[in-house]
């Protein structure tokens, strides 16, 4: 079961369905724009004045790409010379995809360690951060630790779906699926207040609930799931072997003549 958007998930239930697993899709995150647009448009206006876009999602691209239309101004300017730095492969195929100016790429896939890789990079600069209504403040901190003039804007609203289906929240407080996979500690907060944290909690014991990063995983022990299964970063291939390790653990882990469920 992939909690993620909608729109998100397609790319992964085809690399899941490729490898035979059964993917279902139950989107616990929705986007909207900001409340104000005010602020993203006045920093787009001035886009070349800044020296770094710090890109920590594929949405923040997305909501970019769309303003971007919707002001009928080109995203990237001849001569421009903003530099882009993502927080992971994800984020930077979309980046790359709007042609936009990708030179780094985090490593460890998150904010915090993507402003400690590009580090002395910072000292003096002007760093645009468009973000989640939801984001937490470690990122802005943690950049200007290390000298950077930051600029936040919230590029797009983080929202529990209006409708959320049921059936599919019954199958898995049920124990009908084998794993769920989480991608970001909204959809965690968004699935304990469909579900109820303790049943959440209860779910550890049936089934493999699966963060995808270390922050994901954080949010969920914050809601009392401590057996977890975590991809190290947001990648599919991580997703892939993360599960796979699972599997066959509990695969070995089964007393011989029992059958599987």
Not at 105 to 120: C, D, F, I, K
Request: some cysteine.
């Amino acid at each position: 079961m992939i909690t993620r958007a909608a729109a998100q998930s397609a790319a992964l239930a085809e690399k899941l369905t490729a490898r035979g697993a059964i993917p279902s899709v139950l989107p616990l995150v929705a986007f909207g724009e900001p409340e104000d647009c005010g602020p993203l448009d006045k920093a787009m206006e001035k886009l070349g004045q800044f020296d770094w876009v710090i890109l920590t999602s594929a949405q923040a691209v997305r909501a970019l790409a769309e303003r971007a239309k919707k002001l009928q101004r080109p995203l990237v300017r001849t001569g421009n010379q903003m530099r882009v730095a993502c927080v992971g492969p994800v984020t930077a195929d979309a980046a790359r995809k709007e042609n936009l100016p990708v030179v780094h790429v985090a490593t460890t896939h998150n904010g915090v360690a993507l402003a400690e890789e590009l580090g002395s990079q910072l000292a003096g600069a002007r760093v645009l951060l468009p973000r989640s209504d939801r984001a937490n403040p470690d990122l802005p901190a943690a950049l200007k630790r290390h000298g950077a003039e930051v600029t936040e804007v919230i590029a797009y609203r983080t929202l529990r779906p209006t409708e959320a289906d049921s059936s599919s929240l019954s199958k898995i407080a049920q124990g009908d699926a084998d794993a769920v996979l989480f991608f970001s500690p909204s959809a965690v907060n968004n699935f304990a207040e469909l579900l109820g944290r303790e049943k959440f909690s209860a779910l550890q014991d049936k089934l493999a609930i699966t963060a995808v990063g270390p922050v994901t995983a954080k949010a969920l022990r914050g809601v009392g799931v401590e057996r977890l299964v975590v991809a190290e970063d947001t990648t599919a291939t991580s997703v892939f072997e993360a599960l796979e390790r699972y599997f066959v653990s509990a695969l070995k882990a089964t007393p011989a003549g029992v059958k599987q469920g």
